[in-house]
């Protein structure tokens, strides 16, 4: 069953899920590659320990882009969709999204949960395409 909202809702909603599924399989990418380069002998390991500074920032700035487009989609699901199934399973999806990604006892980049996060976002994408 379509929910009946306007065209600039429906793409405000598919930016903000797909920038932010991008983001947190960016983080996922990231912290798989820290199990790979274990070697600290090697020179591939210090290459890649020297650039982990240069890329912390982006990083938080991943974690940044998932927080904002979480609150986002909360504030446009109320506000814009019709009360329903969508409107509840967004905004379920985003406080999933957002327990997956913070971690109260840990900076902005570590003991992150990317992958289910991004799992999220994907099934919140793919219901705002099939109900819109």
């Given at each position: 069953?379509a929910v ?11 930016q903000?899920?797909?920038a932010s599924h991008?983001?947190a ?5 990231r912290?798989?590659?820290d199990?790979i ?5 090697s020179i ?12 912390q920032?982006s990083?938080?700035d991943?974690v940044?882009?998932?927080r904002s487009?979480v ?10 969709l019709p009360?329903?199934?969508?409107q509840t399973?967004l ?15 840990a900076?902005?980049?570590?003991k992150t949960?990317?992958?289910?996060a991004?799992a ?12 819109i």
């Amino acid at each position: 069953m379509a929910v009946d909202v306007p065209a600039d809702v429906e793409a405000v909603l598919t930016q903000l899920l797909t920038a932010s599924h991008e983001a947190a399989l960016t983080i996922a990418t990231r912290q798989n590659a820290d199990d790979i380069y274990t070697d600290e002998d090697s020179i591939s390991h210090t290459y890649y320990t020297a650039s982990i500074e240069c890329e912390q920032s982006s990083m938080t700035d991943e974690v940044q882009t998932i927080r904002s487009a979480v609150e986002t989609i909360e504030t446009v699901s109320t506000n814009k969709l019709p009360a329903g199934l969508l409107q509840t399973r967004l905004q379920h999806g985003c406080e999933r999204v957002r327990i997956a990604i913070e971690d109260p006892d840990a900076d902005a980049t570590t003991k992150t949960q990317p992958l289910l996060a991004a799992a999220y976002l994907d099934a919140m994408l793919r219901r705002v395409e099939e109900e819109i």
